[in-house]
């Protein structure tokens, strides 16, 4: 939900730095080399960045399935360069063992954490005012 609240709403320098902030901090509790997670992670973003400046829709039940793409296709990054890291197939079996869990967690929690990233907003912005006052 965070890449796609930077994907759809903010501009495009400050949404890449704060998703690669995000990316390079849950990178550090990522097992495994450094840096993977992040580039996999920057992979997703581009590509859901690119895909959603073609087909934008903002409603809710079209975001949750833009979620669950963006989840498959990072597990997806994430399984194919452990795997030539480490030169061999086994995470491709755990990719097909956990990825569908993933994805189905991430549909179901967009809502949730999109509503909860617009109150966010809401709290932390100054009030606008109509008129002269």
Same mark, same amino acid.
């Given at each position: 939900?965070?890449?796609?609240?930077?994907?759809?709403?903010?501009?495009?320098?400050?949404?890449?730095?704060?998703?690669?902030?995000?990316?390079?901090?849950?990178?550090? $509790? !990522?097992?495994?080399?450094?840096?993977?997670? +992040?580039?996999? @992670?920057?992979?997703?973003?581009? =590509?859901?960045?690119?895909? *959603?400046?073609?087909?934008?829709?903002?409603?809710? $039940? !079209?975001?949750?399935?833009?979620?669950?793409? +963006?989840?498959? @296709?990072?597990?997806?990054?994430? =399984?194919?360069?452990?795997? *030539?890291?480490?030169?061999?197939?086994?995470?491709?079996?755990?990719?097909?063992?956990?990825?569908?869990?993933?994805?189905?967690?991430?549909?179901?929690?967009?809502?949730?954490?999109?509503? *909860?990233?617009?109150?966010?907003?809401?709290?932390?912005?100054?009030?606008?005012?109509?008129?002269?006052?």
């Amino acid at each position: 939900a965070a890449l796609l609240t930077g994907a759809l709403s903010m501009p495009m320098i400050s949404s890449t730095v704060s998703i690669l902030i995000l990316a390079f901090f849950c990178d550090w $509790f !990522a097992s495994g080399p450094i840096g993977i997670y +992040a580039f996999a @992670l920057m992979l997703t973003f581009g =590509a859901v960045r690119l895909l *959603l400046a073609r087909f934008r829709s903002e409603r809710v $039940f !079209a975001l949750m399935i833009w979620a669950c793409l +963006a989840c498959i @296709l990072f597990e997806s990054l994430q =399984a194919a360069m452990y795997s *030539l890291y480490y030169l061999s197939g086994q995470y491709w079996v755990i990719f097909v063992k956990t990825f569908w869990k993933d994805a189905i967690a991430t549909t179901i929690m967009t809502p949730l954490v999109m509503w *909860l990233l617009l109150h966010i907003d809401h709290w932390t912005s100054r009030r606008r005012t109509t008129g002269l006052t």
